[in-house]
């Protein structure tokens, strides 16, 4: 059995240059634990908008870059449940969104400029929810068969 190598024992420059060897092989030790995942996962797929205010007061598309943050900004802003992004125009849930205001605003100050610039986050509809059924490891084939059905 090989010795796990405590995190603070490792010099992080040597790490980095492991990692710019094209070629070598690279031995990682990682921590991993039990997940208990139940037999069906349940998704909701909802449509959103990320806008940013232009100065007359209307709405824009928010540029791609900017979405991620402003997205996350507000998710932890208004303590939304789990949820993730695809970075476009989907959110997804692992729960109803049941309780939330189809709107959200922020205002985000912008490092180069020093402006203070406002976007909103619209919550369109429910699109579709899934039930994902999961397969048990056990039943896992050596080919490359996907996880998730």
Same mark, same amino acid.
């Given at each position: ?94 729960? /109803?969104? #049941?309780? $939330?205001?189809?709107? =959200?605003? *922020?205002?985000? +100050?912008?490092?180069? %400029?020093?402006?203070?610039? @406002?976007?909103?986050? /619209?919550? #369109?509809? $429910?699109?579709?929810? =899934?039930? *994902?059924?999961? +397969?048990?490891?056990? %039943?896992?084939?050596?080919? @490359? ?5």
């Amino acid at each position: 059995m090989e010795q796990v190598i405590e995190k603070t024992q490792i010099n992080q420059s040597k790490i980095l240059f492991f990692f710019f060897q094209a070629g070598q092989t690279l031995r990682l030790f990682t921590n991993h634990f039990i997940c208990n995942i139940p037999r069906t996962l349940q998704c909701h797929q909802y449509d959103i908008e990320l806008e940013v205010a232009n100065r007359d007061g209307t709405w824009r598309p928010a540029k791609k870059d900017d979405r991620f943050i402003v997205l996350r900004k507000i998710i932890e802003r208004e303590n939304f449940p789990f949820v993730w992004y695809d970075e476009g125009k989907n959110l997804y849930s692992n729960q /109803l969104l #049941i309780g $939330l205001k189809d709107q =959200y605003e *922020i205002n985000i +100050k912008d490092l180069k %400029s020093d402006r203070e610039q @406002k976007y909103r986050l /619209l919550i #369109i509809n $429910l699109v579709k929810s =899934y039930d *994902i059924q999961v +397969k048990e490891f056990d %039943s896992f084939k050596n080919d @490359k068969e996907d996880f998730i059905q």
